[in-house]
């Protein structure tokens, strides 16, 4: 029977909903934040040092987004934030983007396009939207003003690795055999979990996320936690939601495949050389 009243009172949100859904627009802030495990064995840095590197690692994870949106096209993008002046020696530490970085869904014809600049390099992403096979659960809460249901979906994510930047020079040549079998990547189950509210009837959301009966306004993605901050709807002043142009056109799995290139050539143009000597740091962040 609890199922059978959420879903009755889901079905009349939604009719009641439908006819706003006329001609709306809106804007949605999310906030970001990625849970992040660093181990420092270093012989040149104090404790005061490293909990201020670790301090400023996390805080490099915090970002806010806007979503503008219709009903059936959405562009999210990063709030570019001022770069804070140095004091002293200090070392500045950057996990953001140069603002150029803008994300654009077409919900009616099911496809993307992810406007990136990377390493010096722009990126014009253009792909299909992937279905996600979302399961509606009964659990129920408010974001704000807005009733929000929970939906929950599995998919496979490789397993978390941390990467290690250290300056043992002791370590064995490794063999084809052992290269061959880190390059195989092991996959594991990971539930994400969205809030979504029929309140505002557009099935889109931050990022990647849509394909619900209303707009997301909190993800949980491993150590990804999503959450709407505000919305507004109908502004004042129009909306303008127009496709990124700039960069050069590849697909998501060519983009990939450039990014796996140059992450492995960063890794050996930076691995300590023999004989050096330095700090020992292990980094782990979730997907």
């Not at 992403?125 to 809460?141: A, F, G, H, P, Q």
């Not at 040549?173 to 390059?183: A, F, G, L, Q």
């Amino acid at each position: 029977m609890k199922n059978l009243s959420i879903l009755f009172s889901l079905i009349l949100i939604l009719v009641a909903s439908s006819v706003l859904a006329q001609d709306f627009q809106g804007v949605a802030t999310y906030r970001t934040q990625r849970k992040i495990d660093i181990k420092m064995d270093s012989t040149k840095m104090n404790d005061a040092m490293q909990t201020k590197m670790i301090e400023m690692m996390k805080k490099g994870f915090q970002k806010t987004y806007t979503l503008t949106f219709d009903k059936s096209s959405s562009l999210y993008r990063q709030e570019v934030e001022l770069d804070k002046p140095q004091v002293g020696g200090e070392m500045m530490m950057s996990f953001g983007n140069s603002g150029n970085d803008v994300f654009y869904k077409n919900i009616k014809d099911k496809s993307y396009i992810d406007q990136k600049e990377t390493m010096g390099k722009n990126f014009l992403i253009k792909d299909s939207i992937v279905s996600i096979d979302w399961k509606l659960e009964s659990d129920t809460k408010h974001i704000g003003e807005y009733m929000c249901f929970k939906a929950t979906y599995t998919k496979q994510v490789p397993k978390r690795k941390s990467i290690s930047f250290s300056s043992n020079t002791n370590k064995k040549k490794k063999s084809d055999d052992e290269k061959e079998e880190e390059e195989a990547v092991e996959m594991e189950d990971r539930i994400i979990t969205a809030w979504y509210t029929p309140q505002i009837p557009v099935s889109n959301g931050p990022a990647k996320y849509q394909g619900l009966p209303g707009l997301i306004l909190e993800i949980h993605d491993g150590k990804l936690t999503v959450i709407c901050s505000q919305i507004v709807i109908n502004p004042e002043e129009k909306i303008e939601i127009t496709e990124p142009t700039k960069g050069k056109q590849v697909d998501q799995q060519e983009y990939d495949d450039i990014m796996d290139k140059k992450a492995k050539e960063m890794m050996e143009r930076y691995a300590p050389r023999k004989g050096s000597k330095g700090e020992h740091v292990i980094i782990s962040v979730g997907g």
